[in-house]
């Protein structure tokens, strides 16, 4: 018998009107890697569960009844997310990959005031994505001083 999956504790869910398209979309544009689909009666898209790195989104199709999820496509490009995924360094690579298969750039790769360097961008469907590097290591203050906002911090509490 094989060890349970450890899976990630949060998983984005993402509506496309195309999700098939979307699927090998960002697996090409964006770096996932499909792990599974489930289709309907008519090649539709159910449930998809792709991975990039130690993260996971899920792509589905378009809603059914008891759902109220949608493509930006349908509510004249608005997203009410935007999913950001931490790279371990290749940024400007990864921008150009996107913008290869046809992401709009919305941000270009740049070095940020609390130290990361991040790019955005849009996909075929217009939701928003992110992506950072590590950049230059900050200290809180720094960053509170390099952005001219307060930063809280919160202290680490036991779940017992």
Same mark, same amino acid.
């Not at 869910?13 to 979307?22: I, N, Q, S, T, V």
């Not at 378009?62 to 009410?80: C, E, K, M, W, Y």
């Given at each position: ?78 997203? &009410? ?38 790019? &955005? ?18 200290? &809180? ?5 390099? &952005? ?13």
């Amino acid at each position: 018998m094989s060890e349970p999956q450890v899976r990630p504790s949060v998983v984005p869910l993402l509506w496309y009107d195309k999700p098939r398209a979307a699927i090998a979309w960002l697996e090409a544009a964006l770096g996932f890697e499909p792990q599974m689909v489930v289709a309907d009666d008519s090649d539709g898209v159910i449930h998809s569960e792709l991975t990039f790195g130690r993260g996971a989104i899920y792509v589905v199709g378009p809603s059914s009844p008891g759902h109220n999820g949608a493509s930006p496509l349908q509510v004249d490009g608005r997203n &009410t997310q935007n999913v950001h995924l931490n790279l371990e360094g290749g940024l400007d690579a990864h921008c150009e990959r996107a913008r290869a298969a046809g992401a709009k750039i919305l941000r270009e790769p740049a070095l940020q005031p609390y130290g990361d360097r991040v790019y &955005t961008c849009v996909d075929l469907e217009q939701h928003n994505w992110s992506f950072s590097e590590p950049g230059v290591a900050m200290t &809180t203050e720094q960053m509170a001083e390099a &952005t001219g906002r307060r930063i809280e911090t919160v202290k680490e509490t036991s779940h017992g």
